[in-house]
């Protein structure tokens, strides 16, 4: 069964940090061509891409996050990670894992970025 499970969101006052994990089942990090992604959604928005990592490391950032978020991933315990730095309240949001393993997309069920102060 494939499961992606999020997990380090919370509250954090403006120009803090928080780091997201989100972590797979080992088919997804054992599929030959794989990509990890974190996406957000804030209330009454669409979901947008925040950033993604193929499986040979290669990254995206949407604008908005260049210079301030960075992903990662550790192979070897089937996790990607978020590490957002310099948060702004426009960051608020839902955040959500996605996994695209053999042609198939894979959603976690998201976690609470807030912002405020």
């Known amino acids: 069964q494939v499961q992606l499970v999020e997990s380090g969101g919370g509250l954090v006052q403006p120009g803090g940090s928080l780091r997201l994990s989100c972590a797979a089942s080992?088919?997804?990090?054992?599929?030959?061509?794989?990509?990890m992604g974190w996406y957000r959604q804030a209330p009454g928005k669409q979901r947008e891409l925040v950033a993604r990592?193929?499986?040979?490391?290669?990254?995206q950032y949407a604008d908005l996050v260049k210079g301030r978020f960075a992903i990662s991933r550790d192979n070897t315990k089937y996790t990607v990670y978020l590490q957002m730095n310099s948060l702004k309240p426009e960051d608020t949001a839902v955040y959500y894992c996605?996994?695209?393993?053999?042609?198939?997309?894979?959603w976690g069920q998201g976690t609470q970025v807030t912002v405020s102060s």
């Open positions: 996605n996994a695209i393993a053999t042609g198939t997309s894979y």
């Open positions: 990592i193929s499986s040979v490391g290669v990254t």
């Open positions: 080992r088919s997804i990090f054992s599929s030959n061509s794989n990509a």
